[in-house]
Structures are given as C-alpha cells and as structure tokens.
Nanobody, 126 residues
Framework: QVQLVESGGGLVQAGDSLSLSCAAS????????MGWFRQAPGKEREFVAA????????YYADSVRGRVTISRDTAKNTVCLQMDSLKPEDTAVYYC???????????????????WGQGTQVTVSS
C-alpha cells in the first residue's frame, strides 16, 4: 500500500502561482507513475500531469501545458506541481495519484492509478 498526502492548496488571484506537494509513504519502492488530477464541481475528474518515478518522462494535459511543471524527489518521496499564470478555470480539488504498473499506457486515465490522496482545494479568483 502507498499513502499519499497533498498540501499547498489555497485561494489565489488570477495570474498568481501556486505549488502543490504530494508526500508518499508506505511501499514507495513499488511506485512507477505519479500523477495529478483535478475535479471541479459538477465535472469529471481530469488529468493534469504525470511523471515517471524514474524521472525519464513527464506528461501534461493540453489545458495546462506551458503553465504547469511536475517534478519528483525520490529522496523525499514527494511529487510537486508548480502552477503558474493561474486562471479561474483552474479552480478545482487537486488529487495526487500513484500506480505501480510498469506500462505507461493510459497515463492520463484515472482508472490506471491505484492510490489516491484526499485532495487539496485550489481556488483562483478573477
């Protein structure tokens, strides 16, 4: 089992930056991919970004590409999501997720992730 705890959410203004962090514990040696998803009220959970625990590849949703950077620190077992030029439409609960699957197929699909954090709220005011 892997436990994930997000932090760093909050209320910011449009154009501001925010950094989210996800701390992993438990069987972290088994992790292969870590990702961030978000869910706005009344909407489906959507993919934001993912990174292979090996660090060889990163993936971004088109809606955030160029404004978001995902990174991982294997020594601290953390994954960070740096978000810049935030927009009101970025308002959502952001979830950290992880899987231990060797394949990267469907890395943007929530169903491919086995472990989830409790979420952290990000609110961007206009």
């Amino acid at each position: 089992q892997v436990q994930l705890v997000e932090s760093g959410g909050g209320l910011v203004q449009a154009g501001d930056s925010l950094s989210l962090s996800c701390a992993a514990s438990g069987r972290t040696f088994s992790m292969r991919t870590m990702g961030w998803f978000r869910q706005a009220p009344g909407k489906e959970r959507e993919f934001v970004a993912a990174v292979l625990w090996s660090g060889t590849s990163v993936y971004y949703a088109d809606s955030v590409r160029g404004r978001v950077t995902i990174s991982r620190d294997t020594a601290k077992n953390t994954v960070c999501l740096q978000m810049d030029s935030l927009k009101p439409e970025d308002t959502a609960v952001y979830y950290c997720a992880a899987n231990n699957r060797p394949s990267t197929l469907g890395v943007s699909a929530a169903s491919r992730y086995d472990y989830w954090g409790q979420g952290t709220q990000v609110t961007v005011s206009s």
